[in-house]
């Protein structure tokens, strides 16, 4: 069987609850390289007809794993399927007994996640059909895009406190095995390129004259970029949250009322394979020092507080007092401890952000994930050293 009649199946599979009475799949187009590193993206248009004779188009999108990547690292594909199947519906029911009104619901909707020996799939709802847009992901979010974003991961991080407090057997239920599948890919490849990629930012920030960056840099690199990557991810808080945990541009979609598409008023977060259990800082430090320049760094106060405004009310809102559960001052202790977390993320992977279209990486497996890294051009190298010297200079001064 070739590969779109394998899709059409997984579509076909997926829509079985529906109660069609006929249907007509029409595969439209896939995604690009950048869409998705270790998945295939495929979109179709369904044509379908109810037992009431009323006709329905759903726009779909089928995100499928490679299936030489899958067999070293089906943890990830498992991973986003149990989010989509058993967290995301423990959410929505956790949040309908609390009587919210404006849920977290900023995740597209899933027919059905698929799964064999070969392949793992899920489909969902094409929200770029709905009026949905990716942001540009060579360039920074301004300062409307990041309060969309934080909002949004405040809402979402909240769940996890408010259901760990008022429920703790349920929430231990949901990350019961819930061990980080990031862990998966310190391969030595990969070790390997993430500590070159920070021998660079030690080299660049020098030869700027940045001497106490370059110390900086150059003590974390002598223990090891994957030796304290790794203590950070086996560093389970109390205070901690399911967490989305691939937080790079790429991976949220936005909906605007204004036609030039200024101020988004909905976003929408892709891929979740590698959710994790763990402090919300990791999700906040990769996603600010990822998507942020200089000019959105200065206004880093007012985007923590528009996250922790946004989780607090949304904590009370289930019932929950923040002051007690994470307060404010729990939260900046949290970024001096793990946003290094972020940083090291930036300096491993902002060039593959920023690179060319061309350029994008592509990799079978686990292990070809270090040299696909370090193989990729840097196309604009004074944006590259504008953004990077940002994001250092901010953690060193923020932990100074």
Known sequence: MDCNMDIKKYIKTALEDQNFRTYKITLVGSGEKSDGYASDITFATVLATTEEDVEKTIEVVVKSSRRDFLQTNRNAYER????????????????????????????????????DESMEVIVMENLRKNGYYLYNRKKPLDIHHLRCVLREYGKFHAISFALKTKSKVDFENLVNNFDDVTLDFFTESFKNSINRCLKRTCDIVKSMGYTKLYEMCNEILQKGADVTMIDILKTVEPESAILHGDCWNNNFLYKYEDTDRKIPSKVAILDWQISKLHSPVLDLSYFIYSTCSEEQLRHFDELL?????????????????????????????????????????????????????????????VEDLGAAIMNVNITDEAEYRRRLVAVISHYYNYNK
């Open 80 to 115: 986003e399927a149990y989010f989509y199947k058993i967290i995301l519906p423990a959410f929505a029911r956790f949040q309908k007994k609390n009587n919210i009104k404006h849920r977290f619901n900023s995740v597209p909707k899933c027919y059905k996640t698929v799964s």
């Open 305 to 365: 507080d528009t996250y922790y405004s946004s989780f607090s009310v949304f904590l009370k809102d289930l019932g929950c007092d923040p002051e007690k559960l994470f307060p404010f001052c729990t939260l900046r202790r949290h970024w001096k401890k793990y946003s290094l977390h972020g940083v090291l993320l930036t300096t491993s992977f902002l060039h593959v952000t920023i690179c060319d279209k061309e350029e994008v990486p592509e990799f079978n497996d």
